[in-house]
């Protein structure tokens, strides 16, 4: 019975090899998005996406792009953007923005899948927003918006609705000095941690899951899965499923990765990996949420669109690098196998684990346990404290 222990043991090796791999990009990232939050008030970003246009919609995006990156907290902070007067059409782009092209997102896949992947992710992302606005400007009625508003303003509570609701933005003085005023750094702070504790779990699941997949099933289960037997039939069925296994995960925000690279190696298409770290916000828990925020029909109606426009983008990308020749010619991740070394890799992790003991200082002494506190809270309820 040895076997058990050893492949416990197997597959929490690759799932620590890959987490040691990422830990400083996701830092970084967290420390980039932090920075821009402080800089960025919510209600600028509310005003600027009231109106139905190209320019607001490119704007959401570019917004959603600098903020956090935990799926459950986009949500409640698309939710608050579109009862202060942004757009639904505008808070759902925002809202896949800030999942899908996050500044950690990118820097975990460039590390752990290449720079192809990368580069797929932000086109496929532009992809995928492009095709939301165009159904949503076809197809969204006003008579649904307007039951999604009257639904939204009941305040059921979902999850991460402080986060959604906290604005600790400095917008007084130069830029420079707002950055490195003692303010900034306790914002810095509390942002940079209040990320992390809104995805840690995903992290941790992400992580130890794609361990135990890549330890314990056969390849031979993941290319009959994903048709690898008929190249071209595989390239169209890839993007399909993929974000309907990402539905069935119910691992979102940046702990799919890990997820996405065991399906690479499994032998998904190019465009089904892209395709299925868009479906994080499809994912089972996550329709409850817009169940609850905005009702069945608009949850029916989101959901129908979303897979449509994350399958769309995978497999326009898909066939993009395929034909450029851009496509990485091995399904092959190193990172599963490859064991912490005297290299670059520990040392930027070692940096980064230094600042994050000094911001953590600074979390600490400045309340951010209590503010931890209010993330689950909803907007009614940190209003009475």
């Known amino acids: 019975m040895s076997f058990i222990p050893d492949a416990i043991l197997a597959a929490l090796q690759a799932s620590f090899n890959m987490f040691w791999e990422v830990l400083w990009p996701l830092a970084l990232g967290f420390l980039i998005s932090a920075i821009v939050q402080v800089l960025v008030p919510r209600e600028t970003v509310a005003r600027a996406l009231g109106k139905d246009s190209p320019k607001s919609a490119a704007l959401a995006t570019a917004l959603g792009a600098a903020s956090s990156s935990c799926s459950y907290a986009s949500l409640a902070v698309a939710r608050a953007l579109f009862r202060r007067g942004a757009s639904f059409a505008n ?6 923005a800030s999942t899908n092209l996050v500044f950690e997102l ?30 949503f400007k076809l197809t969204l009625r006003p008579r649904l918006v307007e039951e999604a508003r009257a639904q939204a303003e009941k305040g059921l509570h979902g999850k ?42 995903d992290l941790l699941i992400g992580f130890l899951v794609a361990g135990a997949l890549e330890a314990w099933v056969p390849e031979s289960f993941w290319r009959a899965l994903f048709l690898t037997g008929n190249p071209g039939l595989a390239q169209v069925w890839g993007p399909l499923v993929g974000p309907l296994v990402a539905m069935l995960s119910f691992v979102c925000s940046v702990g799919n990765i890990p997820l996405a690279a065991v399906l690479w190696n499994g032998g998904i298409s190019f465009g089904g990996v892209i395709a299925f770290i868009f479906g994080d916000l499809i994912i089972l828990p996550i329709l409850n949420i817009y169940r609850k925020y905005y009702g069945r029909r608009m949850t029916i109606y989101i959901f129908v669109v979303s897979y449509s426009a994350m399958a769309l983008a995978g497999l326009i990308i898909g066939l993009l690098f395929h034909v450029t020749g851009l496509t990485p010619a091995l399904n092959h991740v190193e990172a599963f196998r490859t064991r912490p070394t005297l290299d670059y890799t520990t040392f930027l992790n070692l940096g980064f684990l230094v600042l994050a003991a000094v911001l953590g200082y600074r979390f600490l002494r400045t309340g951010g346990p209590e503010m931890l506190k209010m993330m689950e809270m909803s907007s009614e309820e940190m209003a009475r404290t």
């Open 160 to 201: 991460m609705e402080g986060h959604g609701e906290m604005d600790m933005s400095v917008t007084d003085g130069p830029l420079l000095r707002r950055v490195f005023s003692a303010r900034a750094l306790t914002a810095i702070a509390h942002y940079f941690y209040m990320d992390i504790a809104a995805i840690w779990t």
């Open 91 to 96: 808070a759902i782009i925002f809202e896949f």
């Open 106 to 135: 990118g820097l975990v896949l460039l590390i752990l899948l290449g720079w192809q992947f990368l580069g797929a992710e932000l086109a496929g992302g532009l992809v995928m927003v492009t095709t939301l606005w165009v159904i």
